[in-house]
């Protein structure tokens, strides 16, 4: 990436800073972001403790907001008073989505075991208080496309995103017709990520936006290492690459989606 292309905007939709936190991370963090040029991180939260955590780091950081969530690898749904934190932390004046929040059937030893009931019964609960609250939501779906268009279906004033976008074209354009964007992760930038790199190649100018996932899944060239905001950068480029299209409209048009999703400052650019 040249200078030149470090000066359009990013904005990183998706990223753990309290996990990079935890790893030492923090300051690699920022300095990558501002490296890249990305002027704006969303910071997603996996449950009450951990958005309360992400709360903590968007006050002390002018360029970050968080997000309030309950991942569906959390092994209840949320009780009584777990809603009402969460709900609390969403009133916050930097919580800008509902989020992580989803399915994820992809059940191995080790990554989680939440029965898909739990997981059901806690999607719904968090799609109730984004309707009730006019938030967007950050979607996580794991081998359960299916299961995760029926749950936004019934919830059909919510809007939101699709985080780590892992369809092909086809679902991405059921997505879009929901009224969510598609958001592509290190995961469009691997050689054998065909369907999603259709999906990068066909969805509407409007219709995407680019994260990182970050600690998770470094993209090319970054694999292998633990994964940075800044590294967003090299996921725009793949994109487009895919799109036939410059850096600088890939920057500019997943920014401007990005800040109109999430209300965030410069959103009328
Ligand atoms: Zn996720
Ligand atoms: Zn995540």
Redesign the pocket.
Known sequence: MSDATARWPLVDT?C?LVLLEERGLLSAAFESAEEAGVEQIVS?GLNVEDSDRNRTIAEAHDNVWFTVGWHPHEPHAPDAAQQRALEDLLAHPRAVAVG?IGIDLFFRSGYHDTPFEEQQRAVHIMLDLAAARGKPVVV?DRDAHSEVLAAIGEHPSVRGVM?CFSGDAAFARMCVAAGYVISFAGMVTFPHSEAQQAAAREVGECDYVVET?SPFLAPVPHRGRPNLPGYVAATAAAVAALRGAGEPDVRAQSTVTARRLFGLPGHER
Do not use: A, T
Request: zero cysteines; proline letters at 0%; a negative charge.
């Open positions: 998706h753990h997603v992580e996580h985080h996932d």
